[in-house]
């Protein structure tokens, strides 16, 4: 799911990975040594067998008619929506938004208020007269996700990957007074930025009484067994679409990575509903297109059983319906995505001392299905 937080974009120029600055260099035409000349090609060579192999992998998901428009889509820069704070002063926030009512579209289909823009740029977050500040620049379908947890004011919320945060203030938004927020983050810089988020868009009081920051890694997080009504977990994932504006990264990536990722994804799903009541709802969640990541973690988390959970299917103003979910493509949603989320609630007691033991069993399962994804040579058919 989107790591989405602040980013200050603009909207219309696409974001500048460090490939593309790196031609711009490259035009200058300065003599090159035949060392730096090598370097180059292999560079070149690498960059072109990733995005074989990447354009092989999603070809065979999407099929070869959707996968280029997708990939399209996905090169645009990310679309963003401000989310405003309900603890900023309320007259504060109308003085900003009264200049700017013609260039702001209101996100009607969520329950908080957020506007989409027409302006290249997002107006800056600013402070309102009691320091706090009164918008967050993010990804529409992040705050999607969060709706689907239907929180309720009084509800207690586990948001167990939460830096830098933007999903813990869309949550925020919906509690009360009675409600409280737990925040988990393994990564001490992040989990420092996710402070920072909540020390400046909550009131000291709010935050001391109603939210509680752990640094747990939340693959192991079995010390809150049945604690919460709900759970958010906006899992770490592959984010293609990050990684076709970040030259290096994308380098590195092959279809091993979708699987790690799905073994970790699924050991935090099994955290996450380990820790909601019996009745109560997990929201997984991806940024990740790979259906490794996505269906089939929510797949193995229901068929397992160990904490008895059942995929809630419901419908949705935006999207697409996929197995055990839904997903925001940008190709078909307005730019948006892409995201990924299921509901998944929690329908009996855990089964005590047999968490562990077929996990191995599973992982070879799924490296099998992709060894066996990989076409012959020079073969562009794809299954679809
Ligand atoms: C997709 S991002 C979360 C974005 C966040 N929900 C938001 O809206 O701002 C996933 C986060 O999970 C964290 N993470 C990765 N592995 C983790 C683990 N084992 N336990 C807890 N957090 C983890 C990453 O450091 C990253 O900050």
Not at 325 to 344: A, N
Request: proline share 7%; aromatic share 6%.
């Amino acid at each position: 799911m989107s790591d989405t937080e602040q980013p200050v974009v603009d909207q219309e120029t696409p974001e500048k990975g460090k490939h593309q600055r790196q031609r711009k260099t490259d035009t200058k035409k300065k003599p090159v040594s035949k060392k730096k000349e090598k370097a180059q090609q292999r560079e070149h060579e690498r960059l072109k067998a990733a995005t074989a192999t990447f354009n092989r992998f999603y070809e065979n998901e999407f099929g070869p008619e959707r996968w280029p428009v997708l990939l399209e889509a996905m090169k645009k820069p990310v679309r963003h929506c401000m989310m405003m704070n309900k603890y900023a002063h309320p007259e504060d926030v109308l003085a900003k938004l009264t200049p700017l009512k013609d260039d702001l579209r209101s996100l009607d289909f969520l329950s908080i208020p957020c506007y989409a823009s027409t302006l290249p740029r997002f107006p800056h977050p600013s402070k309102d007269r009691a320091n706090i500040t009164d918008c967050y620049i993010l990804d529409a379908g992040s705050v999607l996700a969060t709706e689907a947890l239907d929180i309720q004011p009084h509800d207690r919320v586990l948001d167990l990957c939460a830096a830098p945060g933007g999903k813990s203030l869309a949550i925020l938004q919906r509690l009360s007074d009675y409600g409280n927020l737990t925040v988990n983050e393994i990564s001490p810089d992040r989990r420092r930025r996710l402070r920072q988020v909540m020390d400046n868009y909550v009131p000291p009081k709010v935050a001391q009484e109603h939210v509680n920051v752990l640094g747990k890694d939340g693959t192991r997080f079995y010390h809150d067994p049945e604690q919460y009504d709900k759970v958010l977990l906006d899992a770490p994932c592959s984010s293609e679409r990050h990684l076709l504006h970040d030259e290096k990264e994308f380098e590195q990536w092959t279809p091993k990575r979708t699987i790690q990722n799905a073994k970790r994804q699924l050991s935090l799903l099994k955290a996450a509903s380990y820790s909601v009541n019996v009745g109560g709802y997990v929201v997984y969640g991806t940024c990740s297109i790979s259906s490794a990541e996505n269906d089939k973690v929510v797949d193995r988390m229901v068929r397992k059983g160990k904490v008895p959970m059942e995929v809630v299917h419901m419908s949705w103003p935006m999207g697409e319906k996929t197995e055990n979910g839904w997903i925001i493509l940008p190709d078909r949603s307005d730019g948006w995505g892409p995201l990924y989320f299921s509901l998944l609630r929690r329908t009996g007691v855990s089964k005590e001392g047999e968490w562990n033991d077929d996990e191995e069993e599973d992982d070879e399962e799924e490296e099998e299905e992709v060894e066996e994804k990989k076409p012959k040579k020079k073969s562009s058919k794809s299954k679809k």
